[in-house]
């Protein structure tokens, strides 16, 4: 069987508060491994096609492209042919249509859906950090000029006081120059409260973003809990299954493919499978086509690995 574990990680961030919503990890439990009664490696084992669901949108001609590339990943390993197609063959090859992939193809739409929402809510996160960065220049700007209006004016008073008891001399002109000061100083008092005016008015924005902001957050931290509790809770399942009954002298085989997510993923699923027929059982590297559970570790493989070499040619024996 090729078993895939369903598992899932999202994320919201808050302005505020960071939230992380986790769907629950999935213990992996070995699938039941069939029996081999014996007849490992009935090379060149004759395949053809059985039944395929239309709700997959794949033609028969299409799954058997499909198979013969997941042949070939084992061929690329043997010296002899493994398989080939015949239209009267001994194994069956089918596409069956149940909840696991309509379930899966519903997930992919409430995927989509997430990201859309996800891609709002990035966007005002975005905005957010950008309000946020101009209030703070605002803020030290001001702060700055502030500081600026404040030393020049002690200055100014002080010369003020000096003239006022004596300590300096008072001339006409340097009672224009400080009258001329108090203005300069008058005008740059006016700067900093526009300024203050400015950084009131970019705080009063921000604040009142960031409620929408959070708000946001919570629908889509909503909806990521909805689409964890709808999808994240199996312990996987079964993507594929390779059947061998003996029944009389006749043996049947068979390879049911319930669930996939592409073309490359059918290949995957279809090459352990064939893997099985040939009379191999799981592996125990998680890298390797045969290992029981298909996961970040094997997906996507386009050769196979050391662990399923050593196992072919254990059936095999060459
Ligand atoms: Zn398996």
Request: hydrophobic share 30%; with cysteine; charged share 25%.
């Given at each position: 069987m090729a078993r895939l574990a369903t598992a899932f990680l999202l994320m919201a961030l808050a302005a505020a508060t960071v939230l992380w919503i986790a769907g629950p990890r999935l213990v992996n439990t070995p699938a039941l491994s069939q029996a081999?009664?014996?007849?490992?490696?009935?090379?060149?084992l004759t395949y053809r096609m059985g039944e395929v669901d239309p709700r997959f949108g794949l033609s028969s001609e299409a799954l058997r492209e499909v198979t013969a590339e997941a042949a070939a990943l084992w061929e690329d390993l043997a010296?002899?042919?493994?398989f080939r197609y015949d239209p009267a063959g001994e194994l069956l090859i089918n596409l069956t249509y149940d909840e696991r992939q309509g379930t899966w193809e519903a997930q992919q739409r409430a995927q989509e859906a997430l990201e859309e929402v996800r891609a709002r809510h990035a966007a005002l996160v975005e905005a957010h950090e950008a309000r946020e960065h101009a209030l703070r220049t605002a803020r030290a700007r001001y702060e700055d000029q502030l500081a600026y209006v404040e030393r020049r004016l002690e200055r100014h008073n002080s010369v003020v006081v000096a003239v006022n008891t004596g300590e300096i001399e008072r001339t006409p002109e340097r009672v224009k120059a400080l009258e001329r000061e108090s203005e300069a100083i008058t005008a740059l008092r006016q700067q900093v409260d526009a300024q203050y005016e400015r950084v009131e008015r970019l705080r009063r924005q921000f604040n009142a973003r960031v409620s929408r902001l959070n708000q946001m957050t919570e629908t889509l931290n909503r909806q990521v809990r909805r689409y964890n509790d709808q999808?994240?809770?199996?312990?996987g399942y079964n993507k594929g299954v390779y059947l061998h009954k003996r029944s009389n002298r006749a043996v049947r085989r068979s390879i049911t493919v319930y669930?996939?997510?592409?073309r490359a993923d059918l290949r995957q699923v279809l090459a352990h499978e064939l893997g099985h027929a040939l009379g191999i059982d799981h592996v125990?590297?998680?890298?390797?086509?045969?290992?029981y559970q298909l996961s970040e570790h094997n997906t996507g493989l386009s050769r196979l690995t050391a662990a399923d070499r050593q196992a072919l040619r254990a059936v095999c024996a060459w």
């Open positions: 081999h009664q014996g007849d490992d490696c009935p090379i060149p010296p002899r042919p493994l999808f994240a809770r199996g312990g669930q996939f997510k592409d125990s590297d998680p890298a390797a086509l045969m290992h």
